[in-house]
């Protein structure tokens, strides 16, 4: 874990040295159409696991098949988590004679093919990062050696992953140029190149990575939030790098927080529906000591009433029972996975969040974000219902349809409430 904080102090001074251009005003909102970018994809948001928030570029395929194995003895395959993704640092630093990408052959000596054979026998599927510029992140902050980004080499690239049996790219910036045209003609060659190769790949895309933000603009600044990238990407990351903490000073870190991202999730641009998503980043449940589970649970719910993928980030090998069961709540679950339009602000200050599923019910998250408990009265004219109300968290009825709803938020927490 030190060593994998200290590598990511490192790419922090890259990500601060450059400021978002000003050109990005005279782009169109959707930046792809209205159509999902890969058809038959995702059609709820993908759940999953990956390796980078835990062991950052200490990965092989040892530590890769451990964690597929305790996804499914934890039973957390059962509850939805099915994508193994490989984050950076999988590869060779060049490429070989044919200008393919080819697996380390010390971190990963039986190859990719192998390792994609392993995890669908187990009924698992197989993510993969590279860069969309000219190297990839680890390559830019000079933690791991060489320039293997993708741009120039989609088709090739897209070809490789399909024979290795991949079925979700992860496809980062990583440049501190921040023209979103360039962006666009960037993740557009690899969704394309996806395509071309008829393999169904969730493809997952972050612009925001190299991209550097001043102080004052905030996390809604970077092109992640900025614009719609549904019909370029299966599912696009909303902020910079997710940090195991409730909160940042946000964009001065190139890090942001759990509820700096959330915040930022309220005003984002994109329209969230089947085949594009909008990706609040993989979850910090259950690694390091600093979030609360009060925190912890706050995350998972904010995840889920935006829709977002779920991606696991912690060692699955070590997880604790607590980390266990709340990465497996049935019902919070089920509200990320309803295919219903993403959760919208309704309150005053933008922690009052209500979604309508699409059984016709509604639900409504209250996150409280100071330390202090807080009691809080629903005004069910705003809700719009009249119903029955159940905790989701607990799947007890804590209301009779009518009846005022009264609820007390422990610091930190977030109640989760459907209203029949
Ligand atoms: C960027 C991404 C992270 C991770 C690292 C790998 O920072 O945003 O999610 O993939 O690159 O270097």
Not at 170 to 175: A, H, I, L, N, R
Not at 279 to 301: C, F, K, N, P, Y
Not at 347 to 356: A, K
Request: hydrophobic share 40%; with cysteine.
């Amino acid at each position: 874990m030190t060593t994998h904080r200290t590598r990511r102090a490192v790419s922090t001074a890259l990500m601060s040295a450059a400021v978002l251009s000003g050109c990005a005003t005279a782009l169109p909102h959707d930046l792809g159409g209205a159509e999902p970018a890969i058809a038959g994809v995702a059609t709820t948001p993908p759940m999953g696991w990956n390796s980078w928030n835990t062991f950052g570029c200490d990965i092989d395929e040892t530590t890769i098949r451990a964690q597929a194995d305790a996804l499914i003895s934890s039973g957390l395959a059962a509850a939805g988590y099915r994508y193994v993704v490989v984050d950076d640092c999988w590869y060779t630093p060049t490429r070989d004679a044919g200008g393919r990408l080819t697996a380390s052959s010390t971190r990963f000596p039986s190859g990719m093919a192998a390792l994609g054979a392993y995890l669908h026998a187990r009924g698992l599927a197989f993510g993969i990062y590279a860069g969309a510029s000219d190297r990839t992140c680890a390559q830019l902050s000079g933690t791991y050696p060489g320039a293997t980004g993708s741009r120039g080499h989609e088709t090739t690239d897209a070809a490789t992953f399909a024979s290795w049996g991949v079925d979700y790219v992860k496809y980062d910036w990583c440049s501190s140029e921040s023209d979103t045209n360039d962006q666009r003609r960037a993740f557009v060659a690899m969704r394309d190149a996806i395509r071309a190769t008829g393999r169904p790949m969730v493809y997952s895309i972050n612009p925001n990575s190299g991209i550097g933000l001043p102080a004052e603009a905030g996390a809604a600044a970077v092109p992640g939030a900025a614009y719609d990238w549904g019909g370029v990407a299966t599912m696009t990351r909303l902020t910079n790098d997710i940090t195991a903490q409730w909160s940042t000073a946000a964009g001065v870190a190139g890090y942001q927080g759990v509820l700096d991202i959330a915040a930022a999730s309220a005003s984002a641009s994109a329209e969230v529906r089947a085949g594009r998503w909008l990706d609040l980043d993989m979850l910090e449940i259950g690694v390091g000591t600093t979030l609360t589970e009060a925190q912890q649970r706050s995350h998972l719910a904010l995840w889920a009433m935006a829709g977002s993928p779920l991606i696991a980030g912690n060692d699955l090998t070590r997880m604790g029972s607590a980390t266990r069961s709340l990465l497996a709540s049935p019902g919070i679950l089920a509200v990320d996975q309803d295919p219903s339009a993403a959760a919208r602000a309704v309150s005053v200050d933008g922690w009052t969040r209500t979604r309508r599923m699409s059984d016709g019910s509604t639900v409504v998250s209250i996150t409280n974000p100071s330390a202090d408990a807080r009691t809080v009265v629903i005004d069910r004219t705003v809700i719009g219902t009249q119903g029955s109300v159940t905790d989701l968290w607990t799947g007890r009825q804590i209301a009779d349809a009518g009846a005022p709803v009264r609820v007390t938020v422990a610091g930190g927490d977030t109640a989760v409430m459907r209203f029949r």
